[in-house]
């Protein structure tokens, strides 16, 4: 049973242009979601998150969307740069028996093509 | 600000052998402490959590065990490694009233 879904295990897109990475969960007591982008045997880095009352946050060069109504978001990198080729996880929030758990989509694998 | 260790950094053990992963935070206090692992190819999966010391929950049956001697450390055991416990093993850490966890570099293990 997987709540978290990343359905594109790779993308490839074009330096200077625009990176669409989307997510989607079953979970309605979600209330926060989270973007993290990893290297190979790293550990994955926190990028950019937003709270289930809030549809768009914006970082920079990152902005996530979220649909609540299709349980559906999205990550847009905007311009992609080749530092930006990693897999990106997406993770929802909920508290359970009193701790907060995260959990993870299976990663898409993000190439910029210079 | 904080900061959060992981060692070793690799491992290669044999079928059998006991493991021990080490997992440090600096520069917070009473912190949820978590262990996930990567497999090959695939996303990351909780394994233990702790929410304070000596407060252990599994996640998923298996043969590994956790444990929180102190309220900054966390450790992740197994008596006897199968060549499934291979892997990429993560620690990380959330601040209490925040959401967002941050991860250690990761221990690659690897049974033989």
């Known amino acids: 049973d997987q709540q978290v879904k990343q359905n594109s295990p790779s993308l490839s897109v074009q330096e200077g242009r625009i990176s669409i990475l989307n997510c989607d969960y079953t979970n309605s007591m979600f209330d926060y979601f989270l973007w993290y982008k990893k290297y190979p045997a790293e550990g994955p880095t926190f990028l950019i998150s937003i709270s289930s009352i809030k549809d768009k946050n914006e970082d920079g060069r990152f902005t996530v969307f979220l649909n609540k109504s299709a349980k559906h978001l999205s990550l847009h990198i905007v311009p992609s740069q080749p530092g930006d080729s990693a897999v990106y996880f997406c993770?929802?929030?909920?508290?359970?028996?009193?701790?907060?758990?995260?959990?993870f989509g299976q990663g898409t694998r993000l190439t910029i093509n210079p | 600000s904080q900061t959060i260790h992981q060692w070793p950094a690799t491992l290669v053990q044999p079928v059998g052998s006991p493991l021990s992963l080490e997992c440090t935070v600096e520069?917070?206090?009473?912190?949820?402490l978590y262990w996930y692992r990567q497999a090959a190819g695939r996303g990351l999966q909780l394994l233990f959590y702790?929410?304070?010391?000596?407060?252990i929950s599994s996640e998923v049956p298996q043969n590994l065990s956790a444990s929180r001697p102190q309220d900054r450390q966390f450790i992740l055991s197994s008596k006897k490694l199968l060549l499934s416990d291979s892997g990429f093993y993560l620690c990380?850490?959330?601040?209490?009233?925040?959401?967002?966890?941050?991860f250690g570099p990761g221990t690659r293990l690897t049974v033989t």
């Open positions: 993770a929802a929030s909920a508290r359970i028996q009193g701790a907060q758990k995260l959990v």
């Open positions: 520069g917070t206090s009473n912190p949820n």
């Open positions: 990380a850490y959330l601040r209490d009233g925040f959401y967002e966890q941050y």
């Open positions: 702790s929410v304070g010391i000596g407060q």
